[in-house]
């Protein structure tokens, strides 16, 4: 395994899969995040801080990556380091690629040419994952959702989480060598005080440039590595947790379960377009996914867990990737067509 603590030879803590299995309850958590961004994004009165479902999808990811990275079969570095792009290439890039061809195809036809000519650089920023660094050189202000958006603005998320990996193998790398060198360390802890240093940095570094400028903060993916940073981290002491939780009684891992719940209802219910945010506020939400993560590590499910990994969540959370793609670019183009046809019935 290329899993912390396989370099120096540790054995797995007892109890610990061999494998990793599929958390029900996270594609139900998916679902939550993509339906409140959803309903944000339509006005839903009720959801006026829907956005905030992004960061759950942050903590998710990072979680769920960083535990499929730690049980890649042993094979040389680089082939490892290639076969994982490989993968999350032919998961991302296909699917990506074709809603932004189709939403340029779309805009020119049915809406005008100067605003399908206006989405062109936006497409080939997305195509590359640097929509996020677009949309800061633009002055984009995702706030203002109602002032003519991108229909392609959206993917702005999706940069960030490529951008994260990029780095997040070379960093698993880094403790498998400094842990080797150190030999008093494990990799698992080398890793963890890694992913803390990450965590600690860009959450400081969110609250202050939140005060400065607000645009950058919040496509940043520096003031947003924290939040997958602690999907990783949890990924990381899963053996260690598992322990925990299934020593913990049913009671009290339903008790985090529904504070995480709690959490993110509090966020998407309270928070809206005048909250400084990301800044320091975006630890209600995201601390609410880490507990729901942290719950769901015990072997017995307990009832939010049940709720959460029932049919109908679950297959919202399956989908939950192609929903978030195609959502948005049916909602802009749908109103500004609108809108032209308003206009051109008020000019007749």
């Not at 769920?64 to 993968?87: C, E, G, N, Q």
């Not at 399956?318 to 308003?342: G, Q």
């Amino acid at each position: 395994m290329v899993a912390v603590g396989a370099a120096q030879g540790e054995q797995p803590a007892a109890g610990a899969p061999s494998h990793p299995h599929r958390r029900l309850d996270i594609q139900g958590l998916r679902a939550v995040a993509v339906l409140v961004v959803i309903l944000d994004h339509v006005g839903m009165p009720g959801f006026p801080g829907g956005f905030v479902g992004v960061d759950v999808f942050f903590v998710i990811s990072g979680y769920v990556i960083t535990r499929m990275l730690l049980h890649k079969p042993t094979r040389p570095r680089s082939a490892w380091f290639l076969d994982f792009y490989a993968k999350r290439a032919r998961r991302i890039v296909p699917a990506a690629t074709v809603v932004i061809v189709l939403t340029v195809i779309a805009t020119f036809e049915l809406t005008n040419f100067l605003r399908g000519a206006r989405v062109l650089p936006d497409a080939t920023a997305t195509s590359l994952f640097l929509a996020n660094f677009h949309f800061i050189a633009t002055g984009t202000d995702y706030a203002r959702l109602g002032a003519d958006p991108s229909p392609l603005q959206h993917y702005w998320s999706l940069a960030v989480e490529e951008q994260f990996y990029l780095v997040l193998p070379l960093v698993i790398i880094l403790a498998i060598a400094v842990a080797a060198r150190l030999r008093r360390a494990t990799t698992a802890q080398v890793l963890v005080g890694l992913l803390v240093a990450v965590v600690v940095a860009s959450y400081l570094y969110s609250i202050l440039l939140t005060a400065v400028n607000g645009t950058a903060a919040f496509f940043s993916p520096l003031t947003r590595a924290w939040e997958l940073a602690i999907g990783c981290l949890i990924a990381v002491a899963g053996p260690w947790l598992a322990a925990r939780t299934s020593a913990a009684t049913a009671a009290t891992a339903a008790v985090l379960c529904w504070f995480g719940i709690a959490a993110i209802a509090w966020s998407v219910a309270f928070l809206d377009d005048t909250s400084s945010f990301p800044g320091s506020i975006a630890a209600v939400p995201v601390l609410g996914a880490a507990a729901i993560l942290i719950a769901g590590a015990r072997s017995e499910r307990t009832l939010p867990a049940a709720v959460l990994g029932s049919r109908i969540p679950r297959y919202i959370g399956d989908i939950s990737y192609s929903l978030y793609l195609v959502h948005w670019p049916v909602f802009t183009i749908t109103a500004e067509r609108r809108r032209s046809v308003c206009r051109r019935a008020h000019t007749s």
